[in-house]
């Protein structure tokens, strides 16, 4: 077993895979103003697991999607209120794209509300998520900030 991280591995992909989802959700719920219940049925139906356009979507733990999404919208106003405090001068969430808003929105919440996951893996896991988005610089950003969340909530 690996000592580093004792979840089974399959346990951590799916995890992984409802991070990915959890940002994609959120997005399109910022994109297209989708109530929330039907994002989460069309993701439980039609993208978690599925096969779209001949790409193949991980299965994901679909509780800790729910949550992730849930979470971010119960709580935008705190989230949004620690991420903006951590943005340089002159900086503001509306001035970030919007995937990455998600992102950090997603990471925060999990910062925040679940403790149950250490912050290295929390960080870890959204800096893989960033990979799907953006270059290295970017994940720099997220990384940095996502420490800085940390650093307040969890002290």
Do not use: C
């Amino acid at each position: 077993m690996n000592t580093k991280n004792t979840r089974p591995r399959g346990a951590r992909q799916a995890r992984a895979a409802a991070r990915l989802a959890a940002v994609q959700a959120l997005y399109q719920h910022e994109m297209e103003a989708t109530p929330i219940p039907s994002l989460l049925h069309e993701f439980h139906q039609h993208r978690l697991g599925a096969t779209i356009e001949e790409v193949e979507y991980a299965e994901a733990d679909v509780q800790f999607f729910d949550d992730i999404v849930r979470g971010v919208d119960a709580r935008r106003e705190e989230i949004d209120g620690l991420i903006a405090s951590k943005l340089s001068t002159g900086w503001t969430l509306d001035r970030l794209d919007k995937p990455m808003r998600q992102i950090l929105r997603a990471g925060t919440y999990e910062l925040l509300a679940r403790l149950d996951v250490p912050v290295a893996a929390v960080i870890s896991e959204y800096l893989d998520v960033a990979d799907a988005f953006y270059d290295r610089r970017e994940k720099g950003f997220v990384n940095g900030l996502l420490d800085s969340v940390a650093k307040t909530v969890r002290n």
